[in-house]
């Protein structure tokens, strides 16, 4: 795929099942009581319990290998900052516009959002395709 | 309070994590990617990779374990209970793949205060079995209320 400065990457929209939390600590290791007990995560004064920042991250690593049809070597570098806490049950929307194109250097900025909500944002994706 | 900095610049020793096939399976459904080279050892091979190869995000899964003792340890003093994952940077060099024995150091970056929160910055650098630098991870963690 010939990318340009400007040009958006394909939109990655998922919802997170009730479950996905403990499937993702389970795979992850990170059985943070605040992503996988809802009435403890409500006790520290959290909404419920919320997902694992670094599966918002997974989804917008997943977006950017889209661009390169999944192939897991595309993606050289990946720089995040973690901003709104996601929950379950709610629709992800990952979208990303290319910075730059240097070849098949591409450079990408993406944001993850939920409803109001911004999980990550400043997310840059440097991909070689 | 003034922030503990002696951590600034010290290194703990390294774990090794074993890559397995059922492994990377578990985390690339958790995230629903379906590219057969996560799944399937002969579609990995006939895409040119060792073995079944992990999502670039599965090196959370293998560098994790080495940021363990940098945030329990004293010298760090973390406040866990106000504690978020601010920021992450990965940089990818060699694929990892099933069979992999990768072993990851960790080292303190920086420990800052700004607007009354604890910025705490690690490093760690992941290595295959050959050697093979397989991925750079920047972590930020920030504790409110220092």
């Keep these: 795929m010939a990318l340009n400065a400007g040009d958006q990457i394909p939109e990655l929209k998922v919802t997170p099942d009730k479950y996905l939390p403990h499937r993702y600590a389970g795979a992850s290791g990170d059985f943070n009581p605040i992503h996988i007990d809802d009435e403890l995560a409500k006790a520290v004064g959290l909404p419920r319990n919320i997902l694992h920042g670094l599966y918002s991250m997974g989804l917008v690593a997943k977006a950017n290998a889209a661009v390169a049809d999944g192939d897991p070597r595309a993606l050289k570098r990946l720089s995040v900052q973690m901003r709104g806490m996601g929950v379950p049950e709610a629709e992800i929307v990952v979208t990303g516009t290319v910075k730059s194109a240097d070849g098949d250097r591409v450079v990408v900025d993406t944001v993850a959002q939920q409803g109001e909500t911004t999980l990550i944002k400043n997310a840059e994706a440097e991909l070689q395709l | ?146």
């Design chain 2, 1 to 146: 309070m003034a922030l503990k900095t002696e951590a600034v610049g010290k290194e703990w020793p390294s774990t090794t994590y074993q890559v397995g096939r059922e492994k990377i399976k578990e985390y690339a459904n958790a995230l629903g990617i379906d590219n057969p080279v996560h799944h399937d050892v002969e579609a990995a091979r006939a895409a040119g990779f060792r073995d079944v190869v992990a999502p670039p995000m599965f090196a959370v899964v293998y560098s994790s374990p080495a940021l363990g003792p940098a945030i329990l340890d004293p010298e760090v003093e973390m406040n866990f209970a106000a504690m978020v994952h601010g920021g992450q940077e990965f940089a990818w060099d060699e694929p990892a793949c099933s069979g992999d024995e990768i072993t990851t150091s960790t080292k303190c970056l920086s420990i800052e205060e700004r607007d009354g929160k604890g910025f705490y910055v690690f490093e760690t650098n992941s290595v295959n079995q050959d050697g093979a630098q397989v991925a750079r991870g920047t972590w930020t963690l920030i504790v409110r209320g220092v």
